[in-house]
């Protein structure tokens, strides 16, 4: 799973996607902990069929939610369930958006590292493309009604089987589309076996290295979160 991520920042995006400044949402900033709840930067085709970052919750409220309490741990959706499950299946059909990252982190289950407090916890590290370039997660989007009539639109970003170079870190990994799938990904007009077919498509080509614990606690939020640690390369 991944429940945290760097985001970029307003003019990378607007670079990356050739996206006006009209379209790019003057609200962004680079956020280096992003956690689940958060607001955070995704991108979607507007009526006019041109890419536009807007903001969205992160942890995905479907249309049909009438529970007073919000739904939990809809941040993640498991590409290989996400066609047939209710949760994840309309947004998935019709409602699909990009999640732009510089990277996101993984903790290590087999590694132990010591946390500011002195306690054993995980070892994280930080995941990104070898030129540091821009990622941009494969997700899905909803809008639901609040019961103050307000709208509210979330998403959350489809996860699979982690690529060879990384999975030693963590069995899984979100869904990250190359260039040339983009414009495929925000059609509304795909089959599930289309959809399918970009996620099996998706791009494979990562790096990791071991980074601070201070990741872990979601307050932090600074450029030295990424950095990497002594402690040798992760594979």
Known sequence: MCGRYVSPDESAMERYWHIGARNSGRWVQRIYNVAPTMTVPIVLNNEDGSPEVVPARWGL?????KKPSLPTLTFNAC??????KPMWRHSYRTKRCLMPAQGWYEWNAQQQALSPSGRKVKQPYYIHAPDDSMLAFAALWSTWQGPDDRQVLSCALLTTEAAPTIHAIHNRMPVVLAPEQFDLWLSDNLSAEQVGEAVAQARIDLIAHPVSTEVNNTRNDYPELVQSLSAGPAH
């Open 61 to 65: 409220i479907p249309g049909w939610w």
């Open 79 to 84: 590409s290989e369930e996400a066609a047939e």
